[in-house]
């Protein structure tokens, strides 16, 4: 069974960096799967944020630039590197991860991610 357990998640100010981290258990191989942040606030649908499969990253254009996804197979940790935020930002953040997909466009919908952890919350104040 695959789990996934966030860390990191803080009260900040807008403008300030926030370094979040989702230690991923029972993969059987890091290269056959994708691992992925997606963001939810209340009442709203879980929205894609980033993701990264085998060396190719994607982002959502609201977080271009200023958020990057990194991953340690050693440590088994994904990473989200979140700069430069705004209140808008503020959501609960949750780590996934899939099976890789043919399709990119694919990695952007949370109803295709297999595993997610329970999520860390992010508040950002302006």
């Known amino acids: 069974q695959v789990q996934l357990v966030e860390s990191g998640g803080a009260l900040v100010q807008a403008g300030d960096s926030l370094k979040l981290s989702c230690t991923v258990s029972?993969?059987?191989?890091?290269?056959?799967?994708?691992v992925g942040w997606f963001r939810q606030t209340p009442g709203k649908e879980r929205d894609f944020v980033t993701a990264?499969?085998?060396?190719?990253?994607y982002y959502a254009d609201s977080v271009a630039g200023r958020f990057t996804i990194s991953r340690d197979n050693v440590k088994n940790t994904v990473y989200l590197q979140m700069n430069s935020l705004k209140p808008e930002d503020t959501a609960i953040y949750y780590c996934?991860?899939?099976?890789?997909?043919?399709?990119?466009?694919?990695?952007?919908?949370?109803?295709?991610?297999?595993?997610w952890g329970q999520g860390t919350q992010v508040t950002v104040s302006s």
């Open positions: 029972e993969l059987t191989s890091h290269y056959d799967y994708a």
């Open positions: 990264q499969a085998w060396n190719d990253r």
């Open positions: 996934a991860a899939t099976p890789l997909f043919s399709a990119s466009d694919d990695y952007h919908r949370a109803t295709r991610w297999t595993y």
